[in-house]
């Protein structure tokens, strides 16, 4: 398994012992099932560590491999796993179809025990349909275009996340809804189970391995729900605000175990983990675990140069997260893309903001609306459970909404999308649609590349300032909607490019000395960091990624500067210049 790509656990906020990864090579066509070339899972066929490069346009491809069932799986209901497919597909075991999906961004399973041979080898197949051209598809900054250029980029095809098999017994833990409740010093576990027939479920509870407490339940039904008090695990040992809490700055985290018993006998064994804390927007102020809380994100994009949309190793991710505290931020906002579970547990357990954002398509329809509604669904229920997530992104910028400044149709889809948000998940506050044309939502974001700090200084000094301004030419607010109280967040500035020698590329605005760049990109921030009324800022971003070359690093994660000097911008210790 040593040789294999992406060997982790896949969902280690939801983990089995028994499991198997599938990732590897396997047998591979385009446009028919011939299978004539060999594809590294989960690399997609577009990227350089799949094998095969192939950025040109893949309507079809097909994926085989054969795979046999270890003898510690025998006995017990077979999961088939995929952690993301783009974008529509078929799957087959042994020749019975057991899945379809649809949805380049959102996880699947599928029950194959009753298709698989348990003693011999079995066949997998796998057919992808993507249509590349198709601009009401769901597709965030995949382009339409054989070639990348400007904010769009490389294209992603089939595969592109681990696929994995799991073993559970008839009777098992199907999910479990994770809830803080931070002011009741307690967590809400919602549970189902595959069946009820006299099952028990036990729940084991610890912080840093001491133990906190074990409960058990006796379901009536396949669903319940159950609360703990976490408050004091032992007598006076910990303050639970000051010792038990999660913010970025401590990342606490409690172990849980679930056990599944069926006359005292368990069945199905579970591992997760949650965090102590409570996001909320109270009185027009950003608010964590109850205190006021100023976000400094920078915009990630989560694309890397030879695996694209997909992390290259789990160290990955941990090395993108430890640039991004290096440099003094305390979130990302994770740009048009799902990203992969693997990120937001280590986002989890190192403590950083994340705002979920998905891939948005560019032209409005109900049939887009209709696929859009389900996979932004199976996003957010699959992705609750995380502490790091603080903020729901459905739309950003009016892509798919494009004329949502007058469409009343377009209103009510961007309206919609955030009550659907809110009727799934009540304790993280959801933006609407990102950067401008807003209808609803719960903060007023603003996308602003002004490269002149005087002039966003004071452009920000002033409430009624800022709501005049039309960001990219667009209102703040779409026709027949206006400003309530709410926290103001530039959820885009900066982009300035930093013009090495030798490199080609653009930016929002360019410098070609260190220093000047660095004088920058420290005054637009101290011009934000000054303002009474912005609560938080997203600066765009963290890497170059293909024609786009402003980020903070270079698309192989090689810092342009000491990266203690945008600590320091971050930290507000430089003053607003004017910069042209």
């Not at 798919?400 to 993280?428: C, F, N």
Request: proline share 5%; hydrophobic share 35%.
């Amino acid at each position: 398994m040593s040789n294999l790509p992406r060997t982790e656990h896949p969902r280690p906020d939801f983990a089995r012992e028994c499991w198997m990864t599938l990732n590897g090579e396997w047998d591979f066509s385009i446009a028919n099932d011939r299978f004539d070339q060999k594809i590294i899972v989960p690399f997609a066929c577009e990227c350089t560590l799949s094998g095969i490069g192939d950025t040109s346009f893949h309507p079809v491809v097909w994926y085989r491999r054969q795979f046999k069932i270890p003898s510690e799986m025998h006995g017990k209901h077979i999961l088939l796993h995929f952690g993301a497919v783009d974008y529509s597909c078929n799957v087959w075991v042994n020749g019975a179809l057991v899945k379809e999906h649809t949805g380049g961004q959102s996880s699947f399973e599928a029950d194959i025990t009753h298709a698989i041979r348990r003693d011999e080898e079995n066949l997998l197949v796998v057919r992808v349909q993507d249509d590349p051209q198709n601009l009401e598809q769901p597709r965030g900054k995949q382009f339409w275009e054989e070639k990348s250029r400007s904010i769009f980029y490389t294209r992603t095809t089939g595969i592109w996340q681990s696929v994995w098999l799991e073993a559970v017994s008839p009777a098992h833990l199907v999910n479990v809804r994770i809830t803080p409740l931070f002011d009741e010093k307690a967590v809400c576990f919602d549970y189902k189970l595959s069946e009820n027939s006299g099952l028990a479920l036990e729940t084991y509870i610890s912080f840093q391995g001491t133990p906190v407490t074990t409960i058990t339940v006796h379901p009536q039904s396949t669903a319940g729900s159950f609360t703990v008090n976490v408050d004091r695990p032992t007598e006076d040992i910990w303050n639970f605000y000051e010792d038990l809490a999660w913010s970025p700055e401590h990342p606490r985290l409690f172990d849980v175990r679930f056990r599944v018993l069926c006359k005292g006998q368990c069945t199905d064994e579970v591992r997760s983990y949650f965090g102590m804390r409570k996001v909320a927007v109270e009185n027009g102020h950003f608010l964590l675990n109850g205190r006021p809380y100023y976000q400094k994100l920078v915009l990630d994009q989560g694309y890397w140069p030879q695996s694209l949309l997909t992390a290259p190793n789990d160290e990955a991710f941990v090395k993108d997260i430890q640039l991004v505290k290096e440099m003094g931020f305390n979130g990302v906002r994770m740009h048009q893309k799902v990203e992969d579970p693997r990120f937001y547990y280590h986002a989890d357990r190192m403590g950083l903001l994340v705002w979920g954002e998905i891939g948005s398509a560019y032209i409005y329809s109900p049939e887009y609306a209709k696929t859009f509604y389900q996979e932004w669904v199976d996003c957010v229920l699959r992705d609750y459970n995380h502490p790091c997530i603080v903020v729901w992104v459905p739309l950003n910028e009016s892509w798919g909404v494009q004329e949502i400044w007058k469409d009343p149709m377009q209103q009510a889809h961007s309206m919609a999308a955030y009550h659907i948000t809110k009727s799934l998940d009540r304790t993280r506050p959801v933006v609407d649609n990102d950067g401008w044309e807003h209808t609803c939502g719960d903060l007023l974001t603003i996308h602003d590349y002004e490269g002149n700090a005087s002039v966003l200084l004071e452009r920000y000094m002033e409430m009624e300032r800022i709501l005049k301004y039309r960001p990219g030419g667009k209102d703040l607010f779409a026709y027949g909607y206006g400003y309530v109280e709410r926290p103001v967040i530039v959820s885009e500035y900066g982009g300035v490019r930093f013009a090495q020698e030798g490199t080609d590329g653009w930016g929002y605005s360019s410098d070609n000395d260190p220093h000047n760049y660095v004088q920058h990109v420290a005054s637009l921030t101290a011009a934000l960091l000054r303002s009474p009324h912005v609560q938080g800022y997203c600066y765009t971003q963290l890497c170059d990624v293909e024609s786009e070359q402003n980020g903070l690093l270079t698309y192989e994660r090689k810092p342009k500067v000491d990266l203690k000097l945008i600590r320091e911008a971050n930290d507000g210790n430089w003053a607003v210049n004017e910069t042209d």
